[in-house]
């Protein structure tokens, strides 16, 4: 599903990341991920695909993945996106300086090789 949305993968490990899917007639449809760097959260790799597009699902992710951040103790979430910076924005994201995750964050994949430099960054005070 990351690949056919065109989103990183390489880094994906079930040891390292929290998922949660949405589920319609029995296909997982959606996704979204979320890595822990001490009390700050990366969400990463939210997606969507028909036939649940168009459904408020990818919110309802999002909701679902704020309550597993809260609830592993993050007080900031963070994420880098090329196309839906509106969406997270709706959702209470606001821009930040990729300087402002922390260090082991900068480090990660996705900050360091996976997301171009011409991502945006946003941030969410939990």
């Known amino acids: 599903m990351l690949r056919e949305a ?32 001490d009390t700050a959260g990366l969400l990463r790799s939210l997606v969507v695909r028909e036939p649940g597009r168009g459904l408020g699902l990818g919110g309802a992710l999002v909701e679902r993945i704020l309550a597993v951040a809260r609830g592993r103790g993050a ?10 910076a509106p969406f997270f924005a709706r959702r209470g994201f606001v821009p930040a300086d990729r300087s402002a995750a922390p260090e082991a964050m900068g480090r990660s994949a ?8 011409t991502a945006a960054c946003m941030q969410l005070r939990l």
């Open 6 to 37: 065109g989103l990183p993968f390489e880094d994906v490990a079930a040891d390292q990341q929290d998922f949660v899917v949405a589920v319609v007639d029995g296909a997982v449809v959606g996704c979204v991920g979320l890595e822990m760097f």
């Open 75 to 84: 007080q900031d979430l963070f994420l880098l996106t090329i196309t839906a």
């Open 110 to 117: 996705q900050f360091s090789s996976l997301c171009p430099s």
